[in-house]
């Protein structure tokens, strides 16, 4: 999936992932689940091995993590992973509570008939009873939403925030998890705010979203799932 176009199409991972994203993820993976702590340094022969993949791949991914802030590296020695780094999902997920609620505001004002219409339509088809794969609907529903928002919020740097934090949060549906009271909650929360969207209501919408994405914080202080 292209997470730069939001495109609405099959949020798995691995179906049209290069293989330099799809090293990228799971040394991300096992940064955030502390399988490679603070400190370790990021061997990438190693790290080949343990992956299945060329060296090629794995040193454009810890290019692309040390751009991000997630590992760091001083001249002549390799690559190690930053203190902090296991949080990164978490922090993710933070910054998102900052920046998504007024981006609901801004967007609800600018959102299309037809893009509401495409969400009307993924959010029909993640429905438990019309769904025999429900979760990877609820999926899709749920990142488009996201990303849609995103799209349409009218602010450059806002978007392109918001468009990163989309990409974290792509790991989540691979490695997580949810029970299916969890993605039910969520899915309903989704919900809300698209009808507020699609009632043209701002302030509800970006009450909703913040909402949203507290209750998602809240339960994560008690259970180890992905945000």
């Known amino acids: 999936m292209n997470a730069a176009t939001g495109s609405s199409q099959s949020v798995e991972l691995n179906s049209d992932s290069t293989l330099t994203e799809t090293a990228y993820y799971q ?6 689940t502390g399988e490679l702590p603070a400190g370790t340094e990021l061997k990438s022969t190693r790290l080949a091995r343990e992956l299945d993949l060329s060296r090629t791949p794995i040193l454009q991914a810890l290019s692309r993590l040390l751009h991000d802030g997630i590992v ?7 690559a190690t ?14 910054l998102r509570i900052l920046l998504e609620p007024p981006a609901t505001e ?4 600018r959102l299309t008939e037809e893009q509401l219409t495409e969400l009307r339509q993924l959010a ?8 025999n794969n429900w979760k990877d609907a609820a999926n899709r529903f749920d990142y488009q939403l996201h990303i849609t928002i ?10 392109e925030s918001l468009r990163k934090c989309m990409s974290f949060k792509l790991l989540t549906y691979s490695y ?4 299916p009271e969890i993605l ?3 899915y309903h929360e989704h919900l809300e705010i698209l009808s507020a969207l699609e009632q043209k209501l701002p302030d509800t919408a970006a009450a909703a979203m913040k909402y949203h994405l507290l209750s998602s914080t809240r339960y994560l202080k008690t259970n180890t799932r992905f945000i």
Do not use: F
């Open 184 to 186: 039910q909650r969520e």
């Open 176 to 179: 997580s998890s949810d029970a």
């Open 106 to 109: 801004k967007a609800a004002r």
């Open 124 to 131: 029909n088809a993640a429905d438990s009873s019309n769904s």
């Open 72 to 78: 760091t590296q001083e001249k002549n020695h390799r």
């Open 81 to 94: 992973v930053v203190p902090g780094a296991e949080r990164w999902l978490m922090d993710i997920h933070e």
């Open 27 to 32: 040394i991300l993976h096992k940064i955030i």
């Open 150 to 159: 995103a799209e349409a919020c009218g602010n450059l740097p806002l978007r």
